[in-house]
């Protein structure tokens, strides 16, 4: 991995082809919501294919925590769909056939000259694709569970919800007023 993709740092904004062949940006799919961004082996890796089971299970939760969720794999558009569609994934699937986000990180999977596949990481993003945790699964036990995403993801909304308490002071007259800080009422929307 570059030695300036580290948490605290903002994550690249690739712009790739997704599961239904619109070009799509990472910044434009994650909004100002945290973000799961998991860069995979692909379809023939059965290790990814628990991963995303165990996504697809967590997505329900994901999904009403206002919370994105991206995967990037090296496969083509039609093994991106065919993987997409095997774990049951509600979420947008890009394609970095080109191995643009493998080499501009610097994560080529060396081991596996056969497929050429990214060294697989799941990212943890702050709003603005700002990396709050990284996870290295080259080894199944590297990458995340539901649990640790779950905490990683509290502590995050905890910091960029200014209405996480609503026992705050100011939020009730905020409420009664222009609702600048309760989410989705943000003072830009």
Given at each position: ?189
């Amino acid at each position: 991995m570059r030695a300036d993709i580290v948490p605290g740092a903002l994550l690249p904004d690739y712009e790739l082809t997704d599961h239904t062949k619109a070009r799509r940006r990472l910044s434009e799919l994650q909004g100002g919501d945290p973000m799961i961004l998991v860069l995979s082996r692909g379809h023939f890796c059965p290790k990814d294919h628990r991963q995303h089971l165990e996504l697809a299970e967590l997505y329900p939760q994901i999904s009403v925590a206002y919370t994105k969720i991206v995967t990037i794999s090296t496969d083509n558009l039609y093994e991106l769909n065919e993987f997409r569609s095997s774990v049951g994934a509600q979420w947008p699937f890009l394609s970095d056939q080109r191995r643009i986000v493998q080499r501009d990180l610097e994560i080529q999977e060396y081991t596996d000259p056969h497929h050429d596949p990214m060294i697989p990481h799941t990212f943890v993003l702050e709003p603005g694709l700002r990396i709050y945790k990284i996870y290295n699964g080259y080894w199944f036990w590297g990458r995340p569970s539901s649990v640790e995403l779950w905490q990683d993801l509290r502590e995050i909304t905890r910091k960029v919800r200014p209405d996480w308490d609503l026992a705050a002071p100011g939020l009730r007259e905020d409420w009664e007023g222009p609702k600048a800080r309760h989410y989705p009422y943000t003072a830009d929307a």
